[in-house]
């Protein structure tokens, strides 16, 4: 137990400031990608959330293979090193106490990450039932017809998705539009890009105090939708098509979500197309339909570049640094918890 508190105390540490590091290289790598970017920055955005668990873990272990080798105090003889831990903690009255309660939170924050993704699944699974038990197959299209009047159409499935479209929105939509409508979601059945999204959900809870962490996950869900555009369009569908399929369902749910008659659960419903996030997707569409998806300029490119391999470069040389500093850490942790009844 002894051993548990300051690893786990070590590990939040640890992801939370490289969740926070790795933000401004990642963006400016996904903002110089050239045109036709989906797919990379998806897998960019993706590394993203998990390199920050991935440091974070090999910090962890690390520091006990350390400790169980030498369990002498090693912030002791490197007291230029306490800076960057927390041995404060150790010289206060109450340090083994306030060590517990940082624990508790550090705990709550990695048991949500845990928790989340289990209850995203459960709730999948049911979800999943029930659209069967009201849904017809269509085997011809490969899709489940549901009979709602909502224009809505989803992936459901982790590892084998199906594809489950409303009656609402086959009626609105003519035979092209909802051909690519279809090829977008079988495109996130096929790349099991909710499963992508689940992984993501656990990264994201141990540094759900990191603000970085919601901009990660947000741009990630955004560059997923626009990787599954791009496929659909690249199976034999045309994105004007796509892009006027997502323009009319966005409309009918912004008149539906209008009605007063409507209930409360369906409006909040209707925000999952955001309007500017409907328009981003039906302009990228259209502009790679044009031709107009052109490369960055140069000197742009170049410039969000250079600060991104900078940090990079500095990361690679302080990165030496960082595991005696979390011994440093873990140690001080250790006589905290110590130092108090």
């Given at each position: ?162 594809v489950f479209i ?45 603000p970085t962490a ?128």
């Open positions: 137990m002894d051993l548990l508190l300051p690893g786990l105390l070590l590990y939040a540490a640890t992801s939370c400031m490289a969740s926070g590091l790795v933000f401004l290289p990642a963006s400016a790598l996904a903002e110089s990608l050239p045109a036709g970017r989906s797919a990379w920055e998806t897998r960019l955005w993706f590394a993203a959330l998990l390199l920050p668990h991935l440091l974070a873990a090999g910090s962890v272990l690390y520091t006990l293979r350390m400790h169980a080798l030498d369990p002498v105090s090693w912030a002791l003889r490197a007291p230029a090193l306490r800076h960057l831990s927390f041995w404060w903690i150790a010289q206060t009255p109450d340090a083994a106490y306030r060590v517990r309660v940082i624990g508790l939170v550090a705990a709550a924050a990695v048991v949500a990450g845990l928790a989340r993704p289990l209850l995203s699944l459960l709730l999948a699974w049911r979800y999943a039932r029930v659209l069967r038990g009201v849904s017809v197959e269509v085997p011809e299209l490969g899709v489940w017809l549901t009979p709602l009047d909502r224009p809505w159409s989803a992936c459901v499935g982790f590892l084998r998705g199906h409303t009656e609402g929105l086959a009626k609105l939509l003519d035979a092209e539009e909802l051909a690519a409508v279809i090829a977008h979601e079988q495109a996130h059945a096929r790349r099991r890009d909710n499963l992508r999204l689940l992984l993501a959900q656990a990264a994201f809870g141990p540094t759900v105090l990191m919601h901009a990660f996950l947000r741009r990630l869900q955004a560059a997923i939708e626009r990787d599954a555009d791009a496929d659909a369009v690249r199976a034999n569908t045309t994105a004007p098509a796509l892009a006027s399929a997502l323009v009319k369902a966005a409309r009918r749910l912004r008149d539906l979500s209008a009605d007063p008659d409507e209930e409360p659960l369906r409006r909040r419903l209707a925000h999952r197309y955001r309007e500017q996030f409907v328009a981003e997707r039906a302009q990228l569409l259209l502009d790679a339909a044009d031709g107009a998806l052109d490369a960055p300029p140069l000197a742009r490119r170049l410039a969000l570049l250079l600060p991104a391999a900078l940090l990079i470069a500095l990361a690679a040389i302080t990165a030496p640094l960082a595991p005696p500093s979390a011994r440093s850490l873990f140690e001080s942790l250790l006589a905290a918890l110590h130092a108090g009844p």
